[in-house]
């Protein structure tokens, strides 16, 4: 079975950082985009960042542009996404998803565009 499996998720205090870390079951990441989304209890899935293949070309959300870095470590079938500067607002379950477009053009963070979700892994802000 394909799947992404996330981890790196925990509470941390406002203004702290965190590195989640997504890799497949079944499959090897460096022929796909790859997304993070997350989604806060009550609230529609949102996307936060997508890179490239590559790792040459990546999109931000505008609420993390600034605090948040994917990267991707193709050698070692990982995408991080380091987080910084940390917001309660950012307290949500956080997903790696493929992306499904095969065009070479920078990754959308549209929902509907991604594929083979992992579980999830919990992000919480809190004093």
């Known amino acids: 079975q394909l799947q992404l499996v996330e981890s790196g998720g925990g509470l941390v205090q406002p203004g702290g950082s965190l590195r989640l870390s997504c890799t497949a079951s079944?499959?090897?990441?460096?022929?796909?985009?790859i997304g993070w989304f997350r989604q806060a209890p009550g609230k529609e899935r949102e996307g936060v960042s997508c890179?490239?293949?590559?790792?040459?070309?990546?999109n931000y959300a505008d609420s993390v542009k600034g605090r948040f870095t994917i990267s991707r470590a193709n050698a070692k079938n990982m995408v991080y996404l380091q987080m910084n500067s940390l917001k309660p607002e950012d307290t949500a379950i956080y997903y790696c998803?493929?992306?499904?477009?095969?065009?070479?053009?920078?990754?959308?963070?549209?929902?509907?565009?991604?594929?083979?979700w992992g579980q999830g892994t919990q992000v919480t802000v809190s004093s």
């Open positions: 998803a493929v992306y499904i477009p095969t065009v070479q053009a920078m990754c959308r963070l549209t929902k509907g565009f991604y594929a083979y």
């Open positions: 890179i490239n293949s590559r790792g040459g070309s990546t």
């Open positions: 079944g499959f090897t990441l460096d022929s796909y985009a």
